[in-house]
T-cell receptor, first 113, second 115 residues
Framework: GENVEQHPSTLSVQEGDSAVIKCTYSDSASNYFPWYKQELGKRPQLIID?????GEKKDQRIAVTLNKTAKHFSLHITETQPEDSAVYFCAVPLSGGYQKVTFGTGTKLQVIP | GAVVSQHPSRVICKSGTSVKIECRSL??????MFWYRQFPKQSLMLMAT?????????EQGVEKDKFLINHASLTLSTLTVTSAHPEDSSFYIC???????????FGQGTRLTVV
């Protein structure tokens, strides 16, 4: 099965600074990599995803980079704001498809005003 | 994005009773739905994959006789926790997707507390 490692488990940054969260995976056939944001007691929300045919994708203050050779992908949040405080999960599909996904262990991000 | 509705959002039940949780895709047909369990401060753990009209596929370590899944239509899947015990208390979340190359959308989750 897919082995997904996510680091760090907790991250505190000052408002306005950048935050980077990294995930590594084991299945080289994986080709879809989403990131989810989960606020306390709420459902995970997809914030950005990337497919294996590109190395980077950006959406305003959020970006994801993918290194297929090294089998890792990272979430970058710039100009962090207090409302970015949440738990972030990476996910990797099993068996190279889009069906079942394995979630990373999560990163609790705290943005300090 | 698409809407997935999960009901109830919170439920408290007595030990030994059964609880049914519904997951509905409101504006698309979900060929596949997934059920996850999330303990406090932990990640989402996939319990089972539910395909419309066929038996669910359970992940290793998940008791299929305890967590009954039914996916009778393209818009509804149900998870029944049978003979619930306090250790079953958790946050249960479903997700649904319309096809193999589409994004999965999550329900709002069900907080189950077994007393």
């Amino acid at each position: 099965g897919e082995n997904v490692e996510q680091h760090p488990s907790t991250l505190s940054v000052q408002e306005g600074d950048s935050a980077v969260i990294k995930c590594t995976y084991s299945d080289s056939a994986s080709n879809y990599f989403p990131w989810y944001k989960q606020e306390l007691g709420k459902r995970p929300q997809l914030i950005i995803d990337i497919r294996s045919n590109v190395g980077e994708k950006k959406d305003q203050r959020i970006a994801v980079t993918l290194n297929k050779t090294a089998k890792h992908f990272s979430l970058h949040i710039t100009e962090t704001q207090p409302e970015d405080s949440a738990v972030y999960f990476c996910a990797v599909p099993l068996s190279g498809g889009y069906q079942k996904v394995t979630f990373g262990t999560g990163t609790k991000l705290q943005v300090i005003p | 994005g698409a809407v997935v509705s999960q009901h109830p959002s919170r439920v408290i039940c007595k030990s030994g009773t059964s609880v049914k949780i519904e997951c509905r895709s409101l504006d698309f047909q979900a060929t596949t739905m997934f059920w996850y369990r999330q303990f406090p401060k932990q990640s989402l753990m996939l319990m089972a994959t539910s395909n419309e009209g066929s038996k669910a596929t359970y992940e290793q370590g998940v008791e299929k006789d305890k967590f009954l899944i039914n996916h009778a239509s393209l818009t509804l899947s149900t998870l029944t926790v049978t003979s619930a015990h306090p250790e079953d208390s958790s946050f249960y979340i479903c997700s649904a997707r319309g096809g193999s190359n589409t994004e999965a959308f999550f329900g709002q989750g069900t907080r189950l507390t077994v007393v």
